[in-house]
Structure formats: C-alpha cells, structure tokens
C-alpha cells in the first residue's frame, strides 16, 4: 500500500521560513510527476509547485521567488522550501505523487496534509 507522508508544517511569522517534506512509502514501479498543492476553508484545492521526473519545476505566481520544490530521487521524497511567507500562505499543503504501483497501475496518490500558519 502505498503512503505520503508529509511533515514540517507549524505556525511562522510573516517573512518567516518553513521547508516541508514528504515521504513515501510502500512498493512502487516509478514516481512521474510530485508536487505540493494547498486548500483553505471554502476554495479549491490549488497547484502551488511540481517537479517532474526529469528535474522540470512548475510554480505558481504567487509563490514564483519564494517557494523552491526539490526531490530526492533515491528516497523517493519531495520537499518545498518556502521562503519569505506572507499570511496569505495560510492554507493545508498536501502532498501528491503520480505514480505506477506493485499492481503495475498509474495513479494519483495524495497525503493526508499538514497545516501551514503565517501570522504574528
């Protein structure tokens, strides 16, 4: 079965820093896309940063300067440093990973989320 675990989220200051990880877990073939997105009470879930297999990042505007995504290819882990945080920052950031399983399935798996606070 296959897991993302994500850590590293807490209460900051604005212009305060945070770098988040998530960890898999359990049997998999191959990890396309990761990424990191986030949800505040009442809006869509958003795309905040991806990586793909191949090194290419994706950002969005909001976070463009701020927000650095990086992987660890080996671990099987991807992480955001997130930099200069303004209280609009304040959301859940989840974890997802596309990826092919031990059933040989492609599929989008997510992490449970971790809280993300950004006020004085």
């Known amino acids: 079965q296959v897991q993302l675990v994500e850590s590293g989220g807490g209460l900051v200051q604005p212009g305060g820093s945070l770098r988040l990880s998530c960890a898999t877990s359990g049997i998999i073939f191959s990890i396309y896309d990761m990424g990191w997105f986030r949800q505040t009470p009442g809006k869509q879930r958003e795309l905040v940063a991806a990586?793909?297999?191949?090194?290419?990042?994706n950002y969005a505007d909001s976070v463009k300067g701020r927000f650095t995504i990086s992987r660890d290819y080996a671990k099987n882990t991807v992480y955001l440093q997130m930099n200069s945080l303004k209280p609009e920052d304040t959301a859940v950031y989840y974890c997802?990973?596309?990826?092919?399983?031990?059933?040989?399935?492609?599929?989008?798996?997510w992490g449970q989320g971790t809280q993300v606070t950004v006020s004085s």
């Open positions: 997802n990973a596309d990826l092919i399983n031990s059933g040989g399935y492609r599929y989008d798996y």
């Open positions: 990586i793909t297999s191949g090194g290419s990042t």
